[in-house]
């Protein structure tokens, strides 16, 4: 708290300005607290507003719809197995046909999570224990709906192998083309 007449600091429980002898009121006294309250929100705010902005800047950069992400998706959910990892990685009019074409989603599952299981085992033979944590991935080439990404990985003794997804974007999420992958 400081003395109005001199800007004084003043203890909080002065009723005197030890500088210039002025009393101090107990309004005086209130509008120093208000004025410190006011300093608070200030700072409070300031701080707010630079979380919020952490926020925005992590959601911005760590945006999971490019074509990198969803190939490394792609990879994980070979590298475990999941079958439903891959379907939700389709086009949602494509995963429709293709139940239809198996009659259940049920036995689409099942076939997938069998090429699933006999491509991991591969890539786990040709590259080691923990494979997909070995892969880079690269967009070498992207428009607006179409992309293709290198995917090189490194075998346990030195050698490496690359390959192309070719993805494309449907209702704007980013699709690999599952067609023309290596199963």
């Known amino acids: 708290m400081f003395c109005s007449q001199c800007g004084n600091q003043l203890k909080p429980s002065a009723s005197f300005c030890t500088k210039c002898g002025k009393q101090i009121k107990a309004k005086e006294t209130t509008k120093t607290s208000i004025g410190k309250i006011n300093l608070n929100k200030k700072v409070v705010m300031g701080i707010v507003a630079a979380v919020l902005l952490s ?5 911005v950069s760590g945006n ?3 074509p990198e992400s969803t190939v490394k998706d792609l990879f994980t959910a070979i590298e475990r197995g999941s079958a439903n990892q891959v379907m939700n990685l389709m086009a949602p009019a494509e995963l429709e ?3 239809e074409w198996f009659g259940s989603r049920k036995e689409f599952e099942n076939l997938l999570s069998n090429q699933l299981e006999y491509l991991s085992d591969e890539m786990e033979h ?3 224990r923990g494979w997909s944590k070995n ?3 690269e967009t070498v080439s992207e428009t ?8 090189t990985m490194k075998s346990p003794d030195g050698d490496t192998n690359s390959d192309y997804i070719y993805l494309r974007k ?3 999420k980013w699709i690999p083309d599952l ?3 290596w199963w």
């Open 64 to 66: 999971r719809n490019t």
């Open 144 to 151: 607006e709906d179409r992309a293709t990404v290198e995917v």
């Open 170 to 172: 449907v209702d704007g």
């Open 55 to 59: 926020l925005v800047l992590v959601v």
């Open 126 to 128: 040709a590259f080691g």
């Open 135 to 137: 892969i880079k991935i």
């Open 97 to 99: 046909q293709t139940l």
């Open 179 to 181: 067609d023309n992958f």
